[in-house]
């Protein structure tokens, strides 16, 4: 069975949840700006390799309704 007993509420210090400051690193634009750059060679062989896919696939399925 559950207890339904009630929880113990511990006081909370808001300061002590707060999210610690942080400075943006001097090499933020350099790292982002690569992120970008691995994102878009990324997207351009997925283009690329769908491409390649679908005309294979079309290509087979052209030859398929010739052939049968």
């Keep these: 069975m559950v207890r339904s007993d009630t929880l113990t509420w511990f006081p909370i210090d808001p ?8 400075t943006l690193e001097a090499d933020f634009e350099k790292r982002w700006t690569a992120w970008i750059t691995r994102g878009r ?6 283009r ?21």
């Excluded at 399925?61 to 052939?67: D, E, P, R």
Aim: charged share 10%.
């Design 15 to 22: 300061a002590s949840h707060a999210a610690p400051l942080t």
């Design 41 to 46: 060679v990324h997207e351009q062989s997925v």
């Design 48 to 68: 690329r390799r769908f491409v390649v896919g679908a005309a294979a696939l079309l290509m087979g399925a052209i030859t398929y309704a010739f052939v049968r």
